[in-house]
């Protein structure tokens, strides 16, 4: 099985401008969930889609948005970019209700903002 | 308000030694507690889990020791490889569902 993909990898934007990131789950789950990674933070949880629907938010402005296609495909935007939003965004998928909570991961996408 | 805090933030251990991570937690309805292990630019692999059913896990060299009365669970390596090298992240969530939250991490460098 493929493992879950996220485009693009790298990103480097300046303030203001607004980016769409994507990701695309490991086939057969149906739930995505958006994670920030910066070295003082640690990874901080963005939210969480399951069938088209955002089912869990975290502490994150409104800027933060996203959406997941029927196909389970999701994306993350940032609009009105800070400084402060230069990050690894990670997207992890997982298959609730079959089991444990094992969710996976992929590459991310490093965001730079200047 | 941290509800996973992790040490130490970094760790040398010799090669062959034992590198050990800890991790409290606050929330007492979480029943997953799951390891991830990340090498730079790469994203986070889950490498164990375990329930608060069980005090004691292990997969290989990699065994998690859980104490469900202290709120607290741990990592254990067994002969530490150079290639163990990585940042290690621990975390707890709801069994079925939910997110992740995650410790701060943990950069261990193995030396050969």
């Known amino acids: 099985k493929a493992g879950v993909t996220q485009t693009p990898r790298y990103l480097i934007k300046t303030r203001g401008q607004q980016v769409t990131l994507s990701c695309s789950p490991i086939?057969?789950?149906?739930?995505v969930s958006w994670y920030q990674q910066t070295p003082g933070q640690g990874l901080q949880f963005l939210f969480e889609?399951?069938?088209?629907?955002?089912?869990n938010k975290g502490n994150f402005p409104g800027r933060f948005s996203g959406r997941q296609f029927s196909n389970s495909r999701s994306e993350m935007n940032v609009s009105t970019l800070e400084l402060g939003d230069s990050a690894l965004y990670l997207c992890?998928?997982?298959?609730?209700?079959?089991?444990?909570?094992?969710?996976?991961f992929g590459p991310g996408t490093r965001l730079t903002v200047l | 308000q941290q509800q996973v805090k992790q040490s130490p933030q970094s760790l040398i251990v010799q090669k062959g030694g034992i590198s050990i991570i800890n991790c409290a937690y606050e929330n007492t309805a979480f029943d997953y507690f799951p390891w991830y292990q990340q090498f730079p630019g790469k994203g986070p692999a889950l490498l164990i889990a375990?329930?608060?059913?069980?005090s004691e896990k292990k997969e290989g060299r990699f065994t998690i020791s859980f104490n469900k009365s202290a709120k607290q669970f741990s990592l254990h390596i067994m002969d530490s490889q150079p290639g163990d090298s990585a940042t290690y992240f621990c975390a707890a969530s709801y069994l079925i569902q939910g997110t992740l939250t995650f410790g701060k991490g943990t950069m261990l460098l193995v030396s050969p």
């Open positions: 889609y399951f069938s088209e629907t955002q089912r």
């Open positions: 375990i329930r608060p059913d069980v």
């Open positions: 086939s057969g789950h149906r739930s």
């Open positions: 992890a998928s997982s298959a609730p209700g079959q089991g444990y909570n094992e969710q996976f």
